[in-house]
């Protein structure tokens, strides 16, 4: 694909040429396994000497096209597709840490991930710090570690909807040696451009704006290919790896070692897998992502101007309202529209936040967001709920706090919606 194409056009077009029945749009491939030319021909894909589909738990057509969409739109040098965002997450961190290492990570985080981090990863050994992403570059510097071989964070933080200074953390990744990894979820390549600020690897929980209907579970890794994995940190990437006949990633495949090895260790190993099914939906999304987040962007903005100058809203987080604190990071970071989250407080606390969900007839009250549809969730009684009432502090959420997933409707329903629910009869 031309590399000059812009991001419409790539999301469009890219991931997929006519095959050998000319189908002119994506095909699905639901096939668990694929033909070998020869007994040659399968021990060469099976030593990594050529590339080409064996198994679908390791590469698929419609699962590599999902992902080879996602890799135009950042500008990486490889992608890989997985069952979920979840999974990306873990089999990302999972590719280059291991037991007795550490993670530095954002505190402001999507409540599954910190869940990840402070129960699994630490029953596996692996140590992760929670830093506050409002520290000072030195601050965080002084919790890196000898053994620390991540900085972890999301570009805008859910539900507080703090823009990150990425610039910042990307600064302490390099002086420390690590590579930024950063989840792109909310704002998607449409809003933000991670190689442009340092960042190393990207990922994606498809199954959110990538996808945008709601309906199909997916993950996205992509690797940039801007990190130098030779540095003496990363041996699973530089010394040979036992598991895959003595392979030496760096050596063998350079600046695709990273995303090589997540795809063939862990991926492998681990099995989290995409459907071929589920890779064609989100597929299909992406190629609406540019149009939809737009759209996505304006009705937030203006339900937030709605909300903010109601009575009964006690405070509006948003980050494309000039009133946000994190305005100025917006502005820097996403100049085409801070994407599609806000979140709210009620006069009446919890019970009128409960009242407030009760009474919408438009909006869903469902455990998604970004979808197409208007999604509105209480954090601290769903997605953060197992968190402590400190780390709910932490993650910015607070008891009367309404989180919304601003679709793409008609911005004058979704207003006469929110004001039934504010409604006090
Ligand atoms: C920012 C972010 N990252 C990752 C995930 C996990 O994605 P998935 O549900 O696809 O596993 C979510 C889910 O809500 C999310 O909001």
Redesign the pocket.
């Known amino acids: 694909m031309n590399k000059d194409y812009k991001l419409a056009t790539l999301a469009v077009r890219s991931g997929y040429e006519a095959d050998s029945t000319g189908a002119a749009t994506m095909p699905i491939y639901p096939s668990t396994a694929f033909h070998f030319d020869s007994a040659d021909h399968a021990a060469n894909l099976f030593d990594l000497k050529e590339f080409g589909n064996i198994y679908s738990r390791l590469t698929n057509p419609t699962m590599d096209a999902v992902a080879a969409r996602v890799n135009a739109l950042d500008e990486g040098v490889g992608a890989l597709a997985v069952s979920?965002?979840?999974?990306?997450?873990t089999i990302a961190l999972t590719n280059i840490v291991k037991q007795h290492e550490h993670i530095l990570s954002v505190s402001t985080?999507?409540g599954?991930?910190h869940s990840l981090f402070s129960n699994t990863f630490k029953h596996y050994g692996i140590d992760v710090t929670f830093i506050n992403p409002e520290l000072s570059e030195e601050e965080i510097l002084s919790y890196a570690k000898d053994n620390t071989k991540a900085i972890y964070a999301?570009t805008i933080g859910?539900p507080l909807m703090n823009v990150l200074d990425i610039d910042k953390l990307s600064s302490v990744a390099k002086k420390i040696g690590v590579p930024f990894i950063l989840?792109n979820?909310?704002a998607t390549p449409a809003l933000f451009r991670a190689k442009d600020h340092g960042v190393n690897i990207v990922?994606?929980?498809?199954?959110?704006y990538l996808g945008g209907h709601g309906n199909a579970?997916?993950?996205i890794i992509v690797d940039l290919g801007n990190f130098s994995w030779n540095n003496g940190k990363f041996p699973e990437l530089t010394e040979p790896d036992p598991s895959y006949h003595g392979i030496q990633y760096w050596d063998t495949f350079g600046s695709l070692a990273f995303i090589i090895k997540a795809r063939v260790g862990v991926l492998r190993d681990v099995g989290s897998a995409l459907s071929p099914f589920n890779a064609w939906i989100i597929a299909m999304g992406i190629e609406t992502l540019p149009l939809r987040m737009k759209k996505h962007c304006e009705n937030a903005l203006g339900l937030a101007q709605f909300l903010e100058s109601h009575p009964q809203v006690t405070y509006v987080s948003y980050p494309g309202l000039a009133s946000s604190p994190y305005h100025k990071l917006a502005k820097r970071y996403l100049p085409n529209g801070a994407s599609g989250m806000l979140a709210f407080g009620i006069k009446g606390g919890s019970n009128a936040g409960k009242s407030f969900i009760n009474k919408v007839e438009l909006a869903n009250l469902v455990?998604?967001?970004?979808d197409n549809r208007t999604i509105v969730t209480h954090p601290a009684s769903t997605?953060h709920r197992q968190l402590t009432e400190q780390q709910q502090i932490d993650a910015g959420v607070s008891p009367d706090m309404i989180r919304v997933s601003v679709g793409i409707e008609d911005l004058e329903d979704l207003i006469t919606d929110f004001s039934l629910g504010l409604d006090q009869e």
């Open positions: 979920s965002g979840q999974a990306a997450i985080l999507y599954g991930t999301e859910n989840d979820t909310l990922l994606y929980s498809a199954t959110k579970l997916g993950g455990a998604n967001l970004g997605t």
